[in-house]
T-cell receptor, first 113, second 115 residues
Framework: GENVEQHPSTLSVQEGDSAVIKCTYS??????FPWYKQELGKGPQLIID?????GEKKDQRIAVTLNKTAKHFSLHITETQPEDSAVYFC????????????FGRGTSLIVHP | SAVISQKPSRDICQRGTSLTIQCQVD?????MFWYRQQPGQSLTLIAT?????????ESGFVIDKFPISRPNLTFSTLTVSNMSPEDSSIYLC????????????FGSGTRLTVV
């Protein structure tokens, strides 16, 4: 089955800096890669996603890049703000499988004012 | 995307008792998913619930411990039975987005503490 590795487990940055979270996946059939943000006491919320036919996608301060050959994808947050502090999860889904996401272990992002 | 109402948001329960968690979706969905998130950990799928059929459980989870109901296309319940402190976790329900495998939406979670 699919295996998703996520790094780092904790990321601490100063407000205004950029933050990058990286994930690798094992199943070459995976073709959809969502990212979730989970704030304390809340459920995960989809913030951005990317399909395997696209190399990069951007939405304001967040962007996701995908390298299918290397089987890795990354979340980039620019101009970080304290409200970006949360746990971020990557996931991989295979259209040829059960359509159930395999999640990474999460990255706790702390943005210091 | 679908909006999910999950309750209770938190509970503290005595060991040996059971707790039923409810999820209500604002639109009809084919599949609903139940996850467990242990403190500081990722999300682990417990089971997939289809309306009109028995839930499909992942390895390590059994129906006797986590019975699930799915009476219609907008509602599901998960019961955590005969609880022990090891069951202390956040439990989340989830549904797919409009396309298969896309844009999963999660409920706000139920934080369960077993004492």
């Amino acid at each position: 089955g699919e295996n998703v590795e996520q790094h780092p487990s904790t990321l601490s940055v100063q407000e205004g800096d950029s933050a990058v979270i990286k994930c690798t996946y094992s199943d070459s059939a995976s073709n959809y890669f969502p990212w979730y943000k989970q704030e304390l006491g809340k459920g995960p919320q989809l913030i951005i996603d990317i399909r395997s036919n696209v190399g990069e996608k951007k939405d304001q301060r967040i962007a996701v890049t995908l390298n299918k050959t290397a089987k890795h994808f990354s979340l980039h947050i620019t101009e970080t703000q304290p409200e970006d502090s949360a746990v971020y999860f990557c996931a991989a889904i295979s259209a040829g499988g059960s359509y159930i996401p395999t999640f990474g272990r999460g990255t706790s992002l702390i943005v210091h004012p | 995307s679908a909006v999910i109402s999950q309750k209770p948001s938190r509970d503290i329960c005595q060991r040996g008792t059971s707790l039923t968690i409810q999820c209500q979706v604002d639109s009809q969905v084919t599949m609903m998913f139940w996850y467990r998130q242990q403190p500081g950990q990722s999300l682990t799928l417990i089971a997939t619930a289809n309306q009109g059929s028995e839930a499909t459980y992942e390895s390590g989870f059994v129906i006797d411990k986590f019975p699930i109901s799915r009476p219609n296309l907008t509602f599901s319940t998960l019961t955590v039975s005969n609880m022990s402190p090891e069951d202390s976790s956040i439990y989340l329900c989830s549904v797919e987005g409009e396309g298969a495998g896309e844009g999963y939406t999660f409920g706000s979670g139920t934080r369960l503490t077993v004492v």
